[in-house]
């Protein structure tokens, strides 16, 4: 079989999952993230109908949600 690391196998039986943006930080189910992180571990996820749950903080400058929302397209979670 292969292996595995004990974070994606967790992302990958989520239920939903909950991003946090704000100007200087992003969080993935409550860790704080970086962008590679984030897309590491999107890369990982099966089920693409899970829900996504957005928090984005009103301070947050459009590029930073653009590039956010790019990646969940390019990994099919539209589930928002």
Do not use: M, W
């Not at 100007?23 to 999107?42: C, H, M, P, S, Y």
């Amino acid at each position: 079989l292969p292996k595995v690391k004990e974070g994606e196998k967790v992302l990958s039986s989520k239920k939903i999952l909950q991003i946090e943006l704000s100007k200087d930080a992003i969080a993935l189910n409550g860790e704080i993230v970086t962008f590679q992180v984030l897309e590491e571990r999107l890369a990982h996820v099966t089920h693409h109908d899970i829900p996504v749950i957005l928090r984005i903080d009103a301070s947050v400058v459009y590029n930073r949600v653009a590039k956010l929302l790019a990646l969940l397209e390019k990994y099919q979670l539209s589930n928002l």
